[in-house]
């Protein structure tokens, strides 16, 4: 019988060169998918929630997979985690229905960006992005209420889509310490969307883009506009939610 999984995994996305399977194997799915192979003893594919990019870090991506045999859960966890590479790590794994896909039962994804507001620190370098001048927090959390909702955000998405809308439900702004979290809700996000995001609202708090700029980025698409994108290393795939079978 052919029995299908749900692995919600976290990573160190800068030993990698993003989620998505690759030639020269520096991909999260080919790791993945070598391991479940070797258990398998035939090849197995990986189904990803997202594909983030390059160095973008992971605390519950969501893949599936399916395999000939029925395997407890617990006990493939622990040979999983037993077989992959330090920087990958299972966090749960879940039998689901034959009709599930990690990717297109998506209901909502939670994105985190963290932004480092000290003094030089080498040990963050690859975990947040340091900031190197004074942040106006309310003024983020005033662009981030612009990006609430339902939008074209062709202004924020790196190469060509036949479709740029997309729902952002909430985006939440905090400071802890010499930290800055904000925190995105929402239906789906495209290629370095979040990163754009976050680097149009850094671009606004430091006064180089005026905020009006942002409302008419978003009702005027068509009129290109360029911001600041975010680095890779502050952005984190933090929550994956999925529909029920009665929604």
């Known amino acids: 019988c052919i029995m299908k999984y749900l692995a919600r995994i976290c990573y160190d996305g800068s030993h990698f060169e993003g989620f998505q399977r690759l030639k020269n194997g520096c991909g999260v799915q080919n790791e993945l998918e070598r391991v479940l192979s070797l258990i398998q003893k035939r090849e197995v594919q990986v189904k990803g929630a997202g594909r983030t990019d390059a160095g973008v870090h992971a605390l519950d991506q969501c893949i599936s997979f399916e395999l000939v045999v029925d395997m407890d859960e617990s006990k493939l966890k622990y040979v999983l985690n037993r077989s992959l590479c330090p920087y990958i790590s299972v966090n749960s794994i879940e039998k689901v229905d034959e009709n599930f896909h990690a990717r297109f039962s998506v209901k909502e994804k939670v994105y985190l960006y963290k932004i480092y507001v000290g003094e030089k620190n080498p040990f963050l370098e690859n975990y947040t992005y340091h900031a190197l001048q004074k942040i106006d927090i309310e003024l983020l959390k005033k662009v981030g209420t612009i990006f609430v909702g339902t939008h074209d955000f062709r202004n924020f998405v790196s190469g060509e ?40 609202m850094i671009d ?10 942002i409302a008419k980025s978003l009702e005027y698409p068509d009129i290109e506009k360029r911001f600041f994108i975010a680095p890779a290393s502050g952005l984190y795939l933090k929550k994956v939610e999925y529909f029920t079978k009665n929604e």
């Open 204 to 213: 606004v708090s430091l006064g180089k883009v005026p905020i009006d700029c």
């Open 161 to 200: 889509r036949d479709d740029y809308v997309s729902t952002i439900f909430d985006i939440q702004v905090q400071e802890e310490s010499d930290f800055i979290y904000i925190e995105f809700h929402g239906s789906g996000f495209y290629r370095y969307m979040v990163r754009s995001l976050v680097g149009a």
